[in-house]
């Protein structure tokens, strides 16, 4: 049980600023030495030693982006640190796990030369086998039950694709949001209105699994005008997620920086009520991972 509260630059050693916890055989634990049958000691199994080799494991499981977003992770968080020489540490440990990753995150940090492995007290084991079941993606859902769907609608939204999508999302066990330029709701292209729960300002696409897009062509004027429906769709897209959308929403695309021939199979056309049922069973992959090389820089 902690006493106090350490402070410092740190809590481990070893360390690089000479401060921080120390081994003290007078304070710390000591073990009541019973005679049994022998000594009675704390004793770690060989494989305590061996640092890398469940890490390796782990990382060569992954697909391919998901290994993207390891390195990205790891650039990040090392991006925050101020001290180039454990940043260069680091890297070094990422050696023993697996030299590409340890390249790609030392390419991305701006690391002048790449260090020498870390010292490791065994070997990395080269003989575990990939696991796919410890990779998310591979042993994902496949459906979207107890995902949710951003809708984006405007006046004339046409109410048979809104009903049928409703009704779809219910039946797979999703939520839905509707977003709508005015957070009062818009009035429907049957003339029934449709209440909102955000506004377009407010309702970032960030916050759904997906994003159906069922504006009116009326209404697509003043919806380009407005630069958080631009961003709307340009985070949906980047973010690799599924996008629904009617004729009269292209446009949209375009203003987000989309050409129309980057739109790929996570890009769906719901041109009448009979398409949302398609839609609905793509929502099931929750991502489209091979459009992430086309949208990021590593």
């Excluded at 870390?118 to 070997?123: I, S, Y």
């Excluded at 949906?236 to 989309?258: D, N, S």
Aim: proline share 6%.
């Amino acid at each position: 049980m902690a006493m106090r509260n350490p402070v410092g630059h740190v809590n481990y050693q070893p360390n690089s600023f000479g401060e921080g916890p120390r081994e003290s055989p007078e304070r710390g634990f000591t073990p009541f030495a019973e005679v049994e049958q022998g000594a009675k000691r704390r004793l770690r199994a060989e494989s305590f030693a061996d640092h890398y080799s469940q890490a390796r494991q782990f990382f060569i499981s992954q697909t391919r982006g998901e290994q993207h977003h390891i390195a990205a992770a790891l650039t990040f968080e090392l991006s925050k640190v101020k001290t180039p020489v454990i940043r260069e540490r680091m890297v070094s440990h990422l050696l023993n796990i697996d030299e590409t990753l340890a390249n790609k995150v030392g390419e991305a940090l701006g690391l002048k030369a790449m260090p020498k492995p870390a010292d490791a007290a065994v070997p990395t084991r080269q003989d575990l086998e990939a696991a796919p079941s410890l990779s998310i993606v591979e042993k994902g859902p496949q459906r979207f039950e107890g995902r949710k769907l951003g809708i984006l609608v405007t006046d004339g939204t046409d109410a048979a694709i809104l009903k049928a999508l409703k009704a779809a999302l219910d039946k797979e066990g999703a939520t839905f949001e509707i977003i709508a330029p005015k957070v009062g709701g818009a009035k429907a292209g049957d003339g029934s209105w449709i209440e909102a729960d955000q506004m377009i300002d407010g309702g970032p696409s960030v916050l759904y699994d997906a994003v159906a897009l069922l504006p009116a062509a009326a209404a697509m004027v003043d919806l380009l005008q407005e630069s958080t429906a631009r961003d709307f769709v340009a985070d949906a897209f980047a973010h690799c997620k599924f996008i629904g959308y009617v004729e009269a929403a292209v446009p949209l695309f375009a203003k987000a920086g989309i050409a129309a021939d980057d739109l790929d199979e996570g890009c769906v056309p719901v041109s009448t009520a009979k398409d949302v049922s398609g839609f609905i069973r793509e929502l099931g992959k929750l991502r489209l991972w091979s459009r992430e090389p086309n949208v990021k820089m590593r």
